[in-house]
C-alpha cells in the first residue's frame, strides 16, 4: 500500500531562520512526488512535481529535493507569509492518476 | 485561484440524512477526483472520475456515490449521514495523464449534528 510520513508535525520558526520538512514515502511505481501549500480555509495549491531521484525545483524561498526514499522541502530565510500547511503527496500504481497524501507540516513563522 | 468552483462552502444537516455537493473542474480538465479531509485523517482519496466514467476507488464508503455529467461537473451524494462523516471534502480537477498535478477546489464544509 502506497503511504506517505510527513516530520515534524508541527515547526515553529522565527523569520529569517531557515529549515527543512521531510516527506518519506513507500510507493509502488513512483510516478510523481508533489509538494502543496494549504491555508487555512482554502484547497491545496500546487507547488511542485518531482519525477526522479536527484532532481531539484526551486520557487522564491522554497526549494524540493528527492531521494529514493524521501523528498525535503527547504525554506530558506521565511517570512509570516510563509505560514501554513504544506502537504506532500505521491503518484504511484494503485490508485492511478490520484495522489495519496500525507497528514503535513504545519509552519508557523513568527516576526 | 484555482478554477475549480465548489458549492455549497458550508452544510449543517442532521445524522441520517443525505446531501449533494457539487463540483465544476477547470476549464478544459477531463478527470475530477473527491477527497475528505478530517483533522486525524488528513486528506483521504475517495473517487475519480474520467470524462464521465469512474477511473479509481479509494476509501469511499459504499454510502457515499459520485457521477461525473456530460458537461463534466461532478456530484459527490452522502447518504444515511453519520457524525463521523463531518469534514472538508475537496474536489480536483486535472489534465489527465500521469505526473499532472491536481487543482483544488475550496472545499464543501460538512457539519453532521
Known amino acids: 500500500e502506497d503511504q506517505v510520513t510527513q516530520s515534524p508535525e508541527a515547526l515553529r520558526l522565527q523569520e529569517g531562520e531557515s529549515s527543512s520538512l521531510n516527506c518519506s514515502y513507500t510507493?509502488?511505481?513512483?510516478?510523481?512526488l508533489f509538494w502543496y501549500r494549504q491555508d487555512p480555509g482554502k484547497g491545496p495549491e500546487f507547488l511542485f512535481t518531482?519525477?526522479?531521484a536527484g532532481e531539484e525545483k526551486e520557487k522564491e524561498r522554497l526549494k524540493a529535493t528527492l531521494t529514493k526514499k524521501e523528498s525535503f522541502l527547504h525554506i530558506t530565510a521565511p517570512k509570516p507569509e510563509d505560514s501554513a500547511t504544506y502537504l506532500c503527496a505521491v503518484q504511484g500504481d494503485q490508485a492511478g492518476t490520484a495522489l495519496i497524501f500525507g497528514k503535513g507540516t504545519t509552519l508557523s513563522v513568527s516576526s | 485561484d484555482s478554477g475549480v468552483t465548489q458549492t455549497p462552502k458550508h452544510l449543517i444537516t442532521a445524522t441520517g440524512q443525505r446531501v449533494t455537493l457539487r463540483c465544476s473542474p477547470r476549464s478544459g480538465d477531463l478527470s475530477v477526483y473527491w477527497y475528505q479531509q478530517s483533522l486525524d485523517q488528513g486528506l483521504q482519496f475517495l473517487i475519480q472520475?474520467?470524462?464521465?466514467?469512474?477511473?479509481a476507488k479509494g476509501n469511499i464508503l459504499e454510502r457515499f456515490s459520485a457521477q461525473q455529467f456530460p458537461d463534466l461537473h461532478s456530484e459527490l451524494n452522502l447518504s444515511s449521514l453519520e457524525l463521523g462523516d463531518s469534514a472538508l471534502y475537496f474536489c480536483?480537477?486535472?489534465?489527465?495523464?500521469?505526473?499532472?498535478?491536481?487543482?483544488f477546489g475550496n472545499g464543501t464544509r460538512l457539519t453532521v449534528t
Open positions: 472520475y474520467y470524462n464521465g466514467e469512474e477511473r
Open positions: 480536483a480537477s486535472s489534465v489527465e495523464g500521469t505526473n499532472s498535478p491536481l487543482h
Open positions: 518531482l519525477y526522479s
Open positions: 510507493v509502488s511505481g513512483l510516478r510523481g
